[in-house]
């Protein structure tokens, strides 16, 4: 068997996070959640009080941040400066800012820059939004995972209750409508299934059905 890339894309809350998780996991393949990338210079830019719509400012900031991910027990751990903020990252201020500081063409420049080193070597499962259009551009597998916004919002309202988090499913829905707008109407890398990737509907399937159906279709590239 080969070593592959695995790029994993679709909007937000499609449930790419769980099944990039499971899948490298279950192959023994580094998982890179870049979305934790995006949010982790968005938290750091909000602490520092910096203009979200000044892109300059913002790539000069990510230029001299360091962001990593680490894998734990409990999930992908994500350090800022080589402080920890995991939960930080995930708080409603940081999720209805992401997508504004994520608009700016120069800093996904280096982000995707960050993201094509951790990917070089394969084995390697990678989800966003752009990771089979820009980043791993030639990953033996490529899938773009959907599902309804109503179903998107309920799985990150139970999400949320495990995590402490207190959203409506209301705000939820709007948030998760809002980003897709923003994410697909973009002018610089926007939220696009690639030509060659594989569409998956998750509505109505589990996250059994949906890890085995890419398990398959991975070990089909191996
Ligand atoms: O995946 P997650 O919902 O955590 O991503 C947060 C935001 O980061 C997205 O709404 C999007 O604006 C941005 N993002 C992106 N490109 C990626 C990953 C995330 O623009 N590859």
């Known amino acids: 068997t080969k070593n592959i890339q695995i790029a994993i894309d679709g909007p937000a809350a499609a449930g790419k996070s769980t099944i990039a998780k499971q899948t490298a996991e279950l192959l023994g393949y580094t998982y890179v959640d870049t979305g934790a990338m995006y949010r982790a210079i968005t938290y750091k830019a909000i602490q520092l009080n910096i203009d979200l719509q000044d892109g300059e400012k913002l790539t000069n900031l990510l230029k001299e941040t360091s962001i990593e991910l680490k894998p734990s027990p409990n999930g992908q751990l994500v350090y800022l400066d ?106 610089a890398s926007p939220l696009i299934q690639a030509e060659d990737a594989i569409f998956i509907d998750t509505t109505s399937l589990t996250i059994k059905e949906v890890s085995e159906k890419i398990m398959q279709l991975a070990k089909e590239r191996m």
Do not use: C
């Not at 995930?90 to 800012?97: E, F, G, K, L, Y």
């Not at 063409?105 to 995707?112: F, H, K, P, Y």
């Not at 409506?168 to 994410?183: Q, Y």
């Open 82 to 187: 080589t402080i920890e903020v995991t939960d930080e990252i995930r708080s409603p201020q940081v999720t209805a800012s992401v997508s504004a500081v994520a608009a700016h063409a120069n800093l996904r420049e280096e982000m995707v820059k960050r993201q094509i080193e951790m990917g070089k070597n394969g084995n390697i499962v990678m989800d966003g939004r752009d990771i089979g259009t820009h980043v791993l551009t030639k990953a033996e597998l490529k899938i773009f995972m959907s599902a309804s916004v109503e179903e998107r919002a309920k799985r990150r309202f139970l999400e949320n209750q495990k995590r402490g988090i207190d959203t409506s499913l209301e705000e939820l829905m709007d948030d998760i409508a809002r980003r897709d707008k923003l994410d697909s109407e973009r002018e």
